[in-house]
């Protein structure tokens, strides 16, 4: 039985002030939430404040990225070892936004799954086809060339700490989300991947999140998919009740 992991990335939205805000309103609304893991990736400012404002609260704090170099003259990077003494047990890599927008590739996705295994982080490793590559039926072979290319290289202990979650990119901030059994296929294929590489074990505990327009109003949708086994929110997750909906879903 996988254990549910709802997840929350605010992307380039929230200052400390709102981030405590935002905590001071939430962590009420699921503390007696036992059902799944939660997560939240605020932006690397507001990491501190948002590790010490959910200390003790079961709530777990992940940065949106990081570089994969320990340290060295990267202007601009934050290292994995930052990211964890900033207070955060996981870290989002390779999302959509950072490959279309700040030229993210599958290889500096594999090289930063591995820097953030190494200092102790659990990777959330994002794969997802664009619009026109599901539409000239390209998705499969897209998540097998993010897979193959991205993960297929980890070692199986590796591969058992991380998370994937699959972002289909025309599902992203459209308010267009990918049915249950889109997703669900979704999944299946990339479980399948998992398995030819890793063996049925290491696939079946495999969790896949999926991202793209979650809302309170789909959520359970989605979780009635035995292959979807969490979620990874964008703006849904920005508000405290709307956030606690989809995690209390
Ligand atoms: P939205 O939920 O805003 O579509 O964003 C999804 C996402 O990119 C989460 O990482």
Redesign the pocket.
Known sequence: MRRPVIAG?WKMYKTLAETRAFFQAFLPLVAGTKHCDIVVAPPYTALTAAAESTRGSGVAIAAQDLHWAVEGAFTGEISARMIAEAGCRGVVVG?SERRQYFGETDESVLRKTRAALEAGLQPIVCVGETLVEREGNLAESVLKRQFEDGLAALTPPEFSRILLAY?PVW???TGRTATPEQAAEAHGHLRAMAAARFGPEQASSLRILY????KPENIRGLMAQAEIDGA?????SLDPKSFAAIVNY
């Open positions: 990335n999302h972002e599902a992203i901030g991202g793209g327009s979650v990874l929110v964008g703006g849904a």
